[in-house]
């Protein structure tokens, strides 16, 4: 049973932090490249970056050189740095994982999904 768990979304002022996680299990985590994407409301779900092993990050032009995507196999769980916050981050993000890396960038890409985290960027 393949299952994907957030965890570390909540409430930050402007400017601020956060790093999300995900943990993996029911699958070899390290053959599968790993995106985080996200979605805020009335929005489509929206591709922030991506990662595997066999090649450089990804990421869309909204968050990059704010936000900074590593993996951890040893632990299979894949983090997402977000620094320089802005009110338009506000969304649930979520992790989801490829098992035929590509540099995928839409969500129809990914096969597992997790539930998803809150992170609020407030004003």
């Known amino acids: 049973q393949v299952e994907l768990v957030e965890s570390g979304g909540g409430l930050v002022q402007a400017g601020g932090s956060l790093r999300l996680s995900c943990a993996a299990s029911?699958?070899?985590?390290?053959?599968?490249?790993m995106g985080w994407f996200r979605q805020a409301p009335g929005q489509e779900r929206e591709f922030v970056g991506r990662?595997?092993?066999?090649?450089?990050?990804y990421y869309a032009d909204s968050v990059k050189g704010r936000f900074t995507i590593s993996r951890d196999d040893a632990k299979s769980t894949v983090y997402l740095q977000m620094n320089g916050l802005k009110v338009e981050d506000t969304a649930v993000y979520y992790c989801?994982?490829?098992?035929?890396?590509?540099?995928?960038?839409?969500?129809?890409?990914?096969?597992?999904w997790g539930q998803g985290t809150q992170v609020t960027v407030s004003s």
């Open positions: 989801a994982a490829d098992r035929s890396p590509g540099l995928s960038v839409r969500p129809s890409d990914y096969d597992y």
């Open positions: 990662i595997w092993s066999g090649d450089m990050p």
């Open positions: 029911g699958i070899r985590f390290s053959s599968f490249e």
